[in-house]
């Protein structure tokens, strides 16, 4: 049972570790180098496991071409905060680290990147660097990270089950409430032996729920937040309107049998296995897809129109403490160059960090690709300081928040969207 | 030095040793200084550091600020450590009665020596060697609703209907939580109760059963009342653990559905590490610390 003791015994083992470290630190500074001129470097790096395929094509490509290497690790998206807490609490951070867009104005406000201002200001191609990105690695005029892997939230339709429940298997949904009626005519065609589902959501995940649900609300006009970050807007009809589509969905049994107790990891697993008819899937698992399920790709809408999506994936910078700065910058600048964006992201069909290089060489090969490119800039990133403690976190009370208005009570949630506005102003 | 001789002939206690003792009182101290100091460093030092932690506003990097007894203060207004409260007394009261009876249980069966015991002493200490988040996965991929066998067993069997949601309700997952740490500690508790069991003298069994006790009365008599030092280490073991529980419930519940299986140390978890407050963790870890620490004491005096 010692082993329960682990969660109590790491806040000592924090306190321990940061003291023996001596006091210091602080978040900032231009970062000295202590590396000597001529000899290689090797550089720790950082990622999440939802961005995994990115980071690592990337690095690989890297450490062929370059004389520094970069040596990757990479973390359960689930636990990334977590650790990222405890490393900076130990001063053990990697010399760089990737860290999902959404948490990047908690860690540049707690003084975990370094600054790296004049360095951005010196790259020819600064204004091409994705707007959503660059603006949450922002704060007070100063720039603290790079726009490191796109990941949008769209819509992916199986155009088997589309043609086998008599749906036009080429044209996807242009509303959520035509979403629902593609997802209800499937779940009735072709549901009975209980393989196929007409839709699927991360019901027990506060993360996916944002990520799939919000870019409805944008579509249709409205907001989850105030500019500021500080107030929910979740109580609002743009938002209410949405959630009672998908609660409807539920309630007639459209959705897959474990959406509500889906917690996140797996809840990207079941389209790509060709059961589920329509759903809002992650941008990268585009390039991951089966050969041999034929896939559409259309923006999320509104109940009645427009197109949105959650313009989320991953932003990366140098960590405040590291000791390589110049060495980390290198690596950093070479994962926007051109040769790294068009010959390593846009040939796997993954969404660029810049959008000077939207039109490509590859992304005209696939027009699923140059529509999710043409996204970014309809798109949204929010913006809130308390983020991840409020919306992510499995304990946070977003997600009590959505799974009540999904499956649950609604007279419960004026009380519990006051209490998602404490949570951002905490 | 001139030493001090009293009308009794005693030497008074401020006087100064003679050397010999001196040097013999330096030696002791020379032996016990590397406990000492791996006991400062890894135990007392720790300590001293939580509870200055709780103290301050501690951010991630930066200097820590001054604010007693805030973080202290705030833990009233925290309704989800307030609920883990009560949620972790439930768990640890179900666990501890569930625990000790099954453990009792397996040792009686597998107490005394006979051909092929060793097979089943080995099978149900087996999940005692498998790691607490590694049967959290197993337990997660088990009762799955997609891709677990254990539904698909039930319904063939036809004792269900439609697949359970093992981790779908509240009390379900607390009901499979339990089974998992009833499954994981159960074999490893009766290990210890095995020891108990077996230091219990042959002799008096042989007398109660001469004096024509019958096999409850052995059990009831002799058996548990023997076996009380034992039992007792084995539920401040379990009450311990079970407060502290934290594994079970961050891999397979993740505290839902609902927040309804958040323990203690999840908050404190939580706290630290995705609220970045590390000085309120810090003063619930205290808290807690205290807690357990007297409850610790009363069970020990009640006990022994």
């Known amino acids: ?73 990479v973390i359960p998206t689930d636990n990334y905060q977590p650790r990222i807490a405890a490393a900076a609490g130990a001063k053990q951070l990697p010399d760089v680290f990737a860290a999902d867009v959404i948490f990047v104005p908690n860690y540049t406000s707690q003084g975990l990147f370094m600054d790296i201002t004049d360095r951005v200001n010196a790259l020819p191609y600064k204004a091409g660097l994705a707007p959503s990105h660059m603006k949450l690695g922002t704060l007070d005029g100063k720039m603290y990270t790079l726009p490191h892997t796109l990941d949008l939230s769209v819509w992916f339709w199986n155009k088997d089950l589309y043609e086998k429940a008599g749906l036009d298997p080429e044209q996807g949904p242009k509303t959520l409430k035509e979403f629902a009626q593609h997802a209800t005519t499937i779940q009735e065609k072709l549901g009975k032996d209980g393989k196929v589902h007409g839709t699927f959501f991360g019901g027990n995940c506060g993360g996916c729920y944002v990520f799939t649900f919000w870019p409805s609300v944008w579509a249709a006009g409205g907001q989850v937040m105030n500019a500021e970050g500080t107030q929910s807007l979740n109580d609002q009809p743009a938002m209410t309107d949405v959630f009672k589509i998908y609660r409807d969905l539920y309630e007639k049994k459209v959705t897959g049998p474990t959406t509500k107790e ?114 970014v800039a309809k798109g949204q990133t929010p913006f809130a300081l308390r983020f991840g403690q409020t919306f992510n976190d499995p304990q946070g009370p977003w997600l009590r928040y959505a799974r009540e208005a999904v499956f649950g009570d609604v007279s419960k949630l004026p009380q519990l969207n006051a209490e998602i506005t404490k949570s951002l102003q905490q | 030095m001139t030493l001090t001789i009293t009308r009794s002939g005693r030497r008074p206690a401020h006087s100064a040793p003679p050397a010999r003792w001196r040097s013999r009182k330096v030696q002791g101290w020379l032996y016990a200084a590397p406990t000492a100091v791996i006991v400062g460093v890894l135990f007392i030092a720790p300590l001293v550091l939580v509870v200055w932690m709780s103290l301050n506003r501690w951010p991630l990097l930066g200097q820590a600020t001054f604010n007693a007894p805030e973080n202290y203060t705030k833990i009233a207004d925290n309704p989800l450590f307030v609920d883990a409260v009560f ?48 049967a959290g996965l197993l337990f997660y991929g088990m009762l799955n609703n997609d891709f677990g066998p254990i539904d698909p067993m039930l319904q063939s069997l036809g004792i269900t209907d439609e697949p359970i949601k093992w981790i779908g309700t509240p009390n379900m997952a607390l009901f499979s939580t339990i089974t998992l740490v009833i499954w994981r500690f159960a074999g490893f508790n009766m290990l210890i109760l095995l020891t108990g069991l077996q230091a219990i003298p042959t002799e008096v069994y042989e007398a109660a059963r001469s004096d024509g006790a019958n096999r409850w009365q052995v059990f009831t008599k002799i058996t548990l009342p023997l076996l009380r030092p034992t039992l007792a280490l084995m539920l401040i073991l379990s009450v311990t653990g079970s407060l502290l529980a934290f594994d079970q419930f961050f891999v397979f519940t993740n505290g839902g559905p609902d927040n309804s299986t958040v323990s203690m140390v999840m908050v404190i978890y939580r706290e630290a590490f995705f609220r970045f407050n590390l000085g309120g963790a810090a003063a619930l870890s205290v808290v807690l610390l205290v807690a357990l620490v007297g409850l610790n004491t009363l069970m020990m005096r009640r006990l022994r």
Not at chain 2, 114 to 120: A, L, Q, T, V, Y
């Open chain 1, 1 to 73: 049972m010692r082993r329960r003791l682990a969660g109590i015994s790491l806040l000592g083992v924090l306190a321990l570790t940061a003291a023996a470290c001596g006091s210091g630190g602080g978040g900032g500074g231009g970062g000295g180098s202590t590396q000597a001129a001529d000899s290689p470097v090797t550089i720790t790096m950082w990622t999440r496991a939802a961005t995994q395929t990115q980071s690592e094509r990337l690095v690989q490509e890297y450490n062929k071409t370059h004389k520094n290497q970069v040596k990757l690790t």
């Open chain 2, 87 to 134: 949620f972790t007394l439930k768990y640890t009261a179900i666990t501890t009665v569930l625990l000790s009876a099954v453990a009792l249980g397996l040792a009686l069966l597998v107490q005394d020596r006979k051909p092929g015991i060793g097979f089943f002493r080995t099978a149900f200490f087996l999940p005692g060697a498998v790691g607490f988040a590694a």
């Open chain 1, 262 to 375: 889906e917690q996140g990891p797996t809840w990207t697993g079941f389209f790509p296995k060709g059961e589920i008819g329509v759903m809002p899937m992650p941008s990268t698992t585009l390039g991951l897809m089966p050969k041999d399920v034929k896939i559409g790709v259309t923006p999320i809408a509104g109940p009645d129109g427009g197109e949105s999506t959650f313009v989320g994936g991953d932003s990366i910078g140098i960590s405040s403490t590291s000791k390589n700065a110049d060495a980390a910058w290198e690596f950093l600048s070479w994962t926007v160059s051109d040769q790294a964006q068009v010959e390593v992201m846009a040939k796997n069909k993954d969404v660029l960090a810049r959008t000077d290089l939207a039109s490509n060489k590859y992304s005209a090969e696939d027009p699923r690709v140059v529509l999710i490119n043409s996204l």
